[in-house]
């Protein structure tokens, strides 16, 4: 029988373990995979993602457990239903009450508060509806239903848009008409459909902080409300419901270290010279 040279069989051994971290990723629809070595695991976000936070987090600490991670770009309602059906085994959303029932029902654990960034109300430069002069959320939302001005909504069933729904409610009103525009994209690609059509929008902070500079019709022109600041949280699956579930939950210990948060907290000071989100400590005033 013919013995395998030791460096052949390296090889072959390589080559499986390459085909099967491959087969595992395609399986999961990775928007972006990061680092290329050991067990792959799957985490569900969208704006951290798109934004580039995902990708430094997940750098520091693939090194640390020889890991690599596969991000699903998903937004908060979307990332919730993929745990709930096992199909992920981390999620970083912001839908609190969501979040909640998924604990209690017990398809998720270690809610843990991660950061946080804001929703800022942005809009044509003259301002047709008046919003600067609002006193609140729901009022600036209730002066652009009043002028019947363009507005723009995810729709996408997203932590944005359930804020933004339950901003409406509180205002009273169900909006409706040629005005009230529905894009199902994501938070990126809407505001700079709100900046072609000159819409209102509301954003979050992290995305016009990386996004204003391509941005020449519409201006933050409403914040401030303490309804609008917005917390992000990370949950995975409990033990043993998948088969990367203990990386997951180390990546929550990872987000609420003093290594993790220092990273959030500094994410976007060399590229955009301000930070684009406040670490758990910040958000603990505001969390709900």
């Avoid at 529905?182 to 016009?208: H, P, Q, R």
């Avoid at 519409?218 to 990370?234: A, E, Q, S, W």
């Amino acid at each position: 029988m013919k013995l395998l040279h030791p460096f052949n069989h390296l090889l072959r051994s390589l080559i499986f373990l390459l085909l099967i971290t491959s087969l595992a990723i395609a399986q999961c629809n990775c928007k972006a995979t990061y680092g290329d070595m050991g067990e792959v695991f799957t985490l569900a976000t969208g704006s951290p993602g798109e934004l580039g936070l995902l990708k430094e987090l997940a750098t520091v600490f693939n090194k640390k457990h020889n890991t690599t991670m596969c991000w699903v770009k998903a937004g908060s309602g979307k990332s919730l239903k993929l745990l709930k059906e096992k199909k992920v085994d981390i999620i970083m959303v912001h839908a609190p009450n969501t979040e909640k029932k998924a604990i209690k029902e017990g398809w998720a654990i270690k809610r843990s508060l991660i950061g946080s960034n804001e929703f800022y109300i942005v809009g044509p430069k003259n301002d047709p509806a008046g919003i600067s002069s609002a006193i609140s959320a729901a009022d600036a939302y209730a002066k652009i239903a009043s002028g019947k001005a363009t507005f723009l909504s995810r729709g996408d069933n997203s932590g944005t848009n359930k804020k933004e729904l339950s901003i409406w409610k509180t205002a009273g009103i169900s909006p409706s008409g040629d005005w009230y525009v529905i894009t199902k994209d994501f938070m990126m690609a809407t505001l700079k459909k709100a900046n072609e059509v000159n819409g209102y929008f509301m954003t979050d902070s992290s995305t016009w902080v990386a996004g204003k500079s391509g941005l020449d019709n519409i201006k933050v022109l409403f914040k401030g409300d303490p309804y609008l600041i917005n917390t992000y949280h990370g949950l995975c699956q409990p033990e043993g419901a998948t088969k990367a579930q203990r990386y997951a939950s180390q990546f929550i210990d990872f987000l609420n270290s003093d290594e993790g948060q220092k990273v959030i907290r500094d994410y976007g000071k060399n590229l955009y010279g301000q930070g684009m989100y406040n670490d758990a400590q910040y958000a603990k005033k505001y969390d709900h």
